[in-house]
T-cell receptor, first 115, second 114 residues
Framework: AQKITQTQPGMFVQEKEAVTLDCTYDTSDPSYGLFWYKQPSSGEMIFLIYQGSYDQQNATEGRYSLNFQKARKSANLVISASQLGDSAMYFC????????????FGAGTTVTVRA | DVKVTQSSRYLVKRTGEKVFLECVQD?????MFWYRQDPGLGLRLIYF???????EKGDIPEGYSVSREKKERFSLILESASTNQTSMYLCASSLGSSLFTEAFFGQGTRLTVV
């Protein structure tokens, strides 16, 4: 079964606007961590932000914030004030707490920022 | 800075060849991973290793094997390459077993099997 679902294959956003990337996850483990990575066209994977299942507050990192809704099992990434350099593929990922070290990824969302 | 280095950026191999993809990390990480990335499917875990000589199957291990003889090096082996193994391969490493342990990735190897 798919553990991470990203339903938006591609999105367009106007420069300086905010964009929300959806991510839902599936786990029965009460302890887990959620990650977002960015992959520009050059191919490298860049870690953006992390949210732990027990964290009381939504994670924020600069222009990135995570809208964590635990009951709905969603962890949407919000990019504020989009820049041309934000054009990339974005992946949501999860590590479960049972200690098998695996990081499971979603299919990704391609974001294109328009000037 | 953590560095994960994959031996080749691009590879072209023939069907039936034995193919080695090498990955080296320089931060003494216990965990190393091999993923393949295909459009619309995201990253899928092939194998991972949490210690020298230890390996665990991921979600799609068929047609692949791995070797970890030294802590810093994790090799992915395609015993007999097939065209459906044409893909982007990404190696990653991470430290320890805590929930928050960021995975660091190599630059990827784009393998084409003809």
């Amino acid at each position: 079964a798919q553990k991470i679902t990203q339903t938006q294959p591609g999105m367009f956003v106007q420069e300086k606007e905010a964009v929300t990337l959806d991510c839902t996850y599936d786990t029965s483990d009460p302890s887990y961590g959620l990650f977002w990575y960015k992959q520009p066209s050059s191919g490298e994977m860049i870690f953006l932000i992390y949210q732990g299942s027990y964290d009381q507050q939504n994670a924020t990192e600069g222009r990135y914030s995570l809208n964590f809704q635990k009951a709905r099992k969603s962890a949407n990434l919000v990019i504020s004030a989009s820049q041309l350099g934000d054009s990339a593929m974005y992946f949501c990922a999860m590590r479960e707490g049972r200690g098998d070290y695996k990081l499971s990824f979603g299919a990704g969302t391609t974001v294109t920022v328009r000037a | 800075d953590v560095k994960v280095t994959q031996s080749s950026r691009y590879l072209v191999k023939r069907t039936g060849e034995k193919v080695f993809l090498e990955c080296v990390q320089d931060m003494d990480h216990e965990n190393m991973f091999w993923y393949r990335q295909d459009p619309g499917l995201g990253l899928r875990l092939i194998y991972f290793s949490y210690d020298v000589k230890m390996k665990e199957k991921g979600d799609i291990p068929e047609g692949y094997s791995v070797s970890r003889e030294k802590k810093e090096r994790f090799s992915l082996i395609l015993e007999s390459a097939s065209t459906n193994q044409t893909s982007m391969y990404l190696c990653a490493s991470s430290l320890g077993s805590s929930l928050f342990t960021e995975a660091f990735f190599g630059q990827g190897t784009r393998l084409t099997v003809v």
